[in-house]
């Protein structure tokens, strides 16, 4: 098992919730920001949101700014994406990952340093 554990993936209907978890298992794992990718079928890995660890400032790719939610809770040293109104287009696996640091933008997947194993969202129409 890697230090990030994602949780929560699975088959819902168009117009429906799902929420993603994602732990940072190991407690000495220092992160700057966490953030959610998703990578569809034949596509490249595309930035979701991003959640500072210290401040919880959070960022969104236009697409899903008016329906997902990211949140943390620093206790668990968990993020949270609440996905609401998902579409078929929301369809992929989505990857948790994390940053030691602000190295550049929050979307470049090259700028952090720990990723998950990935969950599966399948949003059927």
């Known amino acids: 098992q890697?230090?990030?554990q994602e949780s929560g993936g699975?088959?819902?209907?168009?117009?429906?919730?799902?929420?993603?978890s994602c732990e940072a298992s190991d407690a000495t794992l220092s992160v700057?920001?966490?953030t959610w990718f998703r990578q569809a079928p034949g596509?490249?890995?595309k930035f979701v949101a991003a959640v500072t660890?210290?401040?919880?400032?959070?960022?969104?790719?236009?697409?899903?700014e008016e329906r997902f939610i990211?949140?943390?809770?620093?206790a668990k040293k968990t993020i949270y994406l609440q996905m609401n109104g998902l579409e078929p287009e929301d369809t992929a696996v989505?990857?948790?990952a994390a940053a030691k640091s602000y190295s550049g933008p929050y979307h470049r997947v090259s700028n952090y340093d720990y990723w998950g194993q990935g969950t599966q969202v399948t949003v059927s129409s």
């Open 70 to 74: 990211l949140s943390r809770d620093k």
């Open 2 to 4: 890697g230090p990030l």
């Open 53 to 64: 660890w210290k401040t919880g400032e959070t960022y969104y790719h236009e697409s899903v």
């Open 94 to 96: 989505y990857y948790c």
């Open 10 to 20: 699975g088959l819902v209907q168009a117009g429906n919730s799902l929420t993603l």
């Open 32 to 34: 700057n920001h966490m």
């Open 43 to 45: 596509k490249e890995r």
